[in-house]
């Protein structure tokens, strides 16, 4: 929420391509004075104009909602990402519990988009990132919402998660959290829900990836979650 007071340290990290959650829609940005860093048209996908999903892109890239989009697999963008390197993107902001889901029964938002979405994420690269909200470590057996199926599937298109991949750690036994949740202390409960899933082809381009620190970004009040950042070389 109220990422127009946040904007400054996204930009310090020097994005081509930024995933927000809880983001206000554009025109909204640009009413609270973010006009001088929005500089391309962003992607935004939501029914709260204060609290949706926005993708930015910098640097020469840019990123257009991409069709067929279906509105119902709610905060779940489809995006064509074009500059120095063109891929495809699906966005991620998988509301689960809050969304109406329970996770004995019903797949959740982000399963589904998967088979939705399968044609745009076989047509050419794709990248999918954002906020899961899941781990390995709540499934369960016989639940649809489980995190590890995801992985599956994910395995199964090509994609391999670029955390995991660079730390050598396997899902639900993560060291660094994403998420500070409720009490956004150090101490106080935190898990790891935020991913970048990517072709497993271009794990070899990897230069750097960071999980954001907790001074930064918790600490000083911005978020309780922390930023994922990847470098790639191409």
């Given at each position: 929420?109220?990422?127009?007071?946040?904007?400054?340290?996204?930009l310090?990290?020097?994005?081509?391509?930024?995933?927000?959650?809880?983001?206000?829609?554009?025109?909204?940005?640009?009413?609270?004075?973010?006009?001088?860093?929005?500089?391309?048209?962003?992607?935004?996908?939501?029914?709260?104009?204060?609290?949706g999903?926005?993708?930015?892109?910098?640097?020469?890239?840019?990123a257009?909602?991409?069709e067929p989009?279906?509105?119902t697999?709610?905060?779940?963008?489809?995006?064509?990402?074009?500059?120095?390197?063109g891929?495809?993107?699906?966005?991620v902001?998988?509301?689960?519990?809050?969304?109406?889901v329970?996770?004995?029964?019903?797949?959740?938002?982000?399963?589904?988009?998967?088979?939705?979405y399968?044609?745009?994420?076989?047509?050419?690269?794709?990248?999918?990132?954002?906020?899961?909200?899941?781990n390995?470590?709540?499934?369960?057996?016989?639940?649809?919402?489980?995190?590890?199926?995801?992985?599956?599937?994910?395995?199964?298109?090509?994609?391999a998660?670029?955390?995991?991949?660079?730390r050598?750690?396997?899902?639900?036994?993560?060291?660094?959290?994403t998420?500070?949740?409720?009490?956004?202390?150090?101490?106080?409960p935190?898990?790891?829900?935020?991913?970048?899933?990517?072709?497993v082809?271009?794990l070899?381009?990897?230069?750097?990836?960071?999980?954001?620190?907790?001074?930064?970004?918790?600490?000083?009040?911005f978020?309780?979650?922390?930023?994922?950042?990847?470098?790639?070389?191409?």
């Amino acid at each position: 929420m109220a990422f127009d007071r946040k904007a400054a340290a996204l930009l310090d990290l020097k994005p081509d391509l930024a995933i927000i959650c809880e983001c206000a829609e554009p025109d909204r940005l640009h009413a609270r004075g973010a006009g001088d860093w929005l500089k391309s048209d962003p992607v935004w996908v939501g029914e709260n104009p204060n609290k949706g999903l926005g993708i930015f892109a910098f640097n020469g890239y840019s990123a257009t909602l991409a069709e067929p989009h279906f509105p119902t697999l709610r905060y779940i963008a489809p995006v064509a990402v074009s500059g120095p390197v063109g891929f495809n993107l699906l966005a991620v902001w998988a509301q689960n519990a809050s969304g109406g889901v329970t996770r004995k029964n019903q797949s959740g938002p982000l399963r589904r988009a998967l088979s939705k979405y399968r044609g745009f994420l076989t047509e050419r690269d794709t990248i999918i990132g954002g906020d899961f909200n899941n781990n390995a470590i709540w499934d369960r057996p016989g639940w649809r919402i489980n995190h590890m199926t995801k992985v599956k599937m994910l395995d199964a298109l090509g994609l391999a998660s670029a955390y995991h991949a660079v730390r050598g750690e396997a899902p639900g036994e993560e060291t660094e959290p994403t998420l500070y949740w409720r009490d956004r202390t150090r101490d106080g409960p935190t898990y790891h829900i935020d991913y970048i899933f990517m072709p497993v082809g271009w794990l070899g381009n990897i230069e750097r990836l960071e999980v954001g620190s907790f001074e930064q970004w918790v600490g000083s009040g911005f978020s309780d979650h922390v930023p994922l950042v990847l470098d790639l070389r191409f």
